[in-house]
């Protein structure tokens, strides 16, 4: 019997859920555009540099292949949602329902968005995982903080690099894509460092309380190499 292997923690399943959930989120706010004092940003950065903070967490604690099941797993989830809300934006509305201009503005661009944010996500985020299996096995798992910023540099440069162009080519100034993308790759690695010592407490008190503290010795790094246990 090897149905014990196959269970994942508690925890684990309450944090890909909670990561999913931002993903989703991330992918509607970003339809709009918001202004902070003199600087233009999208809406996604509210929620989603916390999928940033999750998979370091979940790397951290329960290892590279953890964190490749949640990528995925949000990447299908986010899929689901994005054609249900293609679908439902396609379908004629009813006489009396008079939002629909407001309702296919949102879900209208959202498969554009959706798709670079798919191309992105990926990049990005294999990217932090990566770098944060890569230096915790070379720090022997010391300097957390560094390495939780630096991942996050380079998944959010990555993601940045990538979704701007393919979202907003044609929709926005072409001058505005490129400081646009340079404030939110300063702003979402900011976000991480002013939420840092709540991401320390949450790692360790993740480590105490499962009993993991995964090094990725000799794993496989492939992203499609997903493992259900």
Known sequence: ??????????????FSI???????AAN?????????????LTGGLIVFPISYIINDCVCEVWGYGKARLLIWTGF??????????????VIPPAPYWDNN?????????????????FIAFIAGSFINAYIMSKMKIASKGKHFSLRAILSTIGGESADS?????LAFFGVLPTEALLPLMGWQVLLKTTYEIVVLPLTIRIVKNLKEHEGEDTYDNNINYNIIGIKWH
């Not at 909670?18 to 989703?24: G, H, K, W």
């Not at 509607?28 to 233009?40: A, D, H």
């Not at 299908?76 to 934006?89: H, I």
């Not at 690099?161 to 162009?165: A, L, S, V």
């Open 1 to 14: 019997m090897k149905k014990e292997q196959n269970k994942v923690s508690v925890l684990f399943m309450l």
């Open 18 to 24: 909670l990561f999913c959930v931002c993903l989703i």
């Open 28 to 40: 509607v706010l970003e339809t709009k555009q918001i202004q902070v004092g003199p600087i233009s």
């Open 76 to 89: 299908a989830m986010n899929f689901f949602f994005v054609m249900l809300g293609a679908l439902c934006d």
């Open 101 to 117: 201009e407001g309702f296919h503005a949102i879900f209208g661009l959202a498969p554009r968005i959706a798709a670079a944010s």
């Open 161 to 165: 690099i990538i979704f701007f162009p």
